[in-house]
Every structure is written in structure tokens, then in C-alpha cells.
T-cell receptor, first 110, second 114 residues
Framework: ETGVTQSPTHLIKTRGQQVTLRCSSQSGHNTVSWYQQALGQGPQFIFQYYREEENGRGNFPPRFSGLQFPNYSSELNVNALELDDSALYLC?????????FGSGTRLTVV | AQSVAQPEDQVNVAEGNPLTVKCTYSVSGNPYLFWYVQYPNRGLQFLLKYITGDNLVKGSYGFEAEFNKSQTSFHLKKPSALVSDSALYFCAVRDYNQGGKLIFGQGTELSVKP
């Protein structure tokens, strides 16, 4: 149990659809970041939220968007899904002592 | 720009032998370095981190890492490998721009054979 829970664990979507991935923290991490890990690659930073505001963004198009809620849970939304969006999506809760990752959501776009 | 390199895609070790997984970094300022392990279809599990202090950092499951500033390296080590150590290992550096994101290496697949 890492203290960061992601849902769903697996998801299959069709190209062009929209998807929402969720992340919740049991330890009240006030900063959350999202990463995309394509097969055979290291995780790539998508964006980060601190106190419900985005405070950092990687090289991802605007169709990747997010939210952070007052209870520190978070969502990653992807519109107009493309085949290359197939990946493991990881959420990390951040505190002063480090980063705690969830188990991820495996998204497959067909 | 900050970056991390893991020069080996795969490392093969016999059980009981010492293992080393290599990592080099490039940062402006003082590095804040991490090692994570990933088992198949799982998230990232924290092994250890270096912020400042002793160059030899001890972490979880008997792993340790040696920080070498002159060689800009942060190699992961274990004195005696176990078959259960077989997994994907990632080195990462914290980028103080953009809120402190982590920049990961490409990963090294460790295979420990009985």
C-alpha cells in the first residue's frame, strides 16, 4: 500500500474518445503530478498541481488536462485519444520527504 | 537542461553475486537523485534518494547507491543479488524548474539468474 490509489487499473478506449483517470491520496499530499510511461520507456512528466493550480507542465498537447480537488484527489483527462496515447499513466503524491507513486492505469487505445 | 542517462538497457547477474546498475546525470546546481524499481504491470517503488551528505546512500531491500560528484554518477549497488531483484530500475533527478518534476532515465532491466 503506497498511500496513492489510482483508478481504474486498466482501460480500453477507441481512438477519438475521451478518458478520465483518477488518483487519490490517503496521506494528504498537497502536490500531485502525472506521468506517462510508454512501453519500454521511462516515465515522462505531463503536469503537476499544487493547491488546485497547475504549476508545471511537460511537453504534452492541450488535450491533456487535469484537475486537483480540495481533498487532494486528482484527475487526468485526455481528449481526442490517439493510438500513441496507449501507455501506463502514473500519479505521484509529493511531500517534503519525497514522491509516492500509485500503481498506475494502463490505457490501451484501439 | 537536466538529464539522466542509464547506459545499459539490460544487466545480467548470477544470484549471490554483486550487482551494479549505472546512472549518470547532468544538472545545474546540486542534484537531488532517486532510484525506483518497477515490477511488471506495477507502479514505481522508491528505493533510495540522495539530497546531500554522505556519498553512500543506503536504501530499501539491501540496495545502496554511491554518489560521485566528479564523475556525475549515481550507481545503484547490492552486495548479493537475489532472483527476486529481477525488475526494471529507473534513476531520476529532480528538476527544480516546473515545480520540481522528476526526469527519468530510460530504465535498466535487471535479470538475476539462479
Amino acid at each position: 500500500e503506497t498511500g496513492v490509489t489510482q483508478s481504474p487499473t486498466h482501460l480500453i478506449k477507441t481512438r477519438g474518445q475521451q478518458v478520465t483517470l483518477r488518483c487519490s491520496s490517503q496521506s494528504g499530499h498537497n502536490t500531485v503530478s502525472w506521468y506517462q510511461q510508454a512501453l519500454g520507456q521511462g516515465p515522462q512528466f505531463i503536469f503537476q498541481y499544487y493547491r488546485e493550480e497547475e504549476n508545471g507542465r511537460g511537453n504534452f498537447p492541450p488535450r491533456f488536462s487535469g484537475l486537483q480537488f480540495p481533498n487532494y484527489s486528482s484527475e487526468l483527462n485526455v481528449n481526442a485519444l490517439e493510438l500513441d496515447d496507449s501507455a501506463l499513466y502514473l500519479c505521484a503524491g509529493i511531500r517534503i520527504d519525497g514522491y509516492t507513486f500509485g500503481s498506475g492505469t494502463r490505457l490501451t487505445v484501439v | 537542461a537536466q538529464s539522466v542517462a542509464q547506459p545499459e538497457d539490460q544487466v545480467n547477474v548470477a544470484e549471490g553475486n554483486p550487482l551494479t546498475v549505472k546512472c549518470t546525470y547532468s544538472v545545474s546546481g546540486n542534484p537531488y537523485l532517486f532510484w525506483y524499481v518497477q515490477y511488471p504491470n506495477r507502479g514505481l517503488q522508491f528505493l533510495l534518494k540522495y539530497i546531500t551528505g554522505d556519498n553512500l546512500v543506503k536504501g530499501s531491500y539491501g540496495f545502496e547507491a554511491e554518489f560521485n560528484k566528479s564523475q556525475t554518477s549515481f550507481h545503484l549497488k547490492k552486495p548479493s543479488a537475489l532472483v527476486s531483484d529481477s525488475a526494471l530500475y529507473f534513476c531520476a533527478v529532480r528538476d527544480y524548474n516546473q515545480g520540481g518534476k522528476l526526469i527519468f532515465g530510460q530504465g535498466t532491466e535487471l535479470s538475476v539468474k539462479p
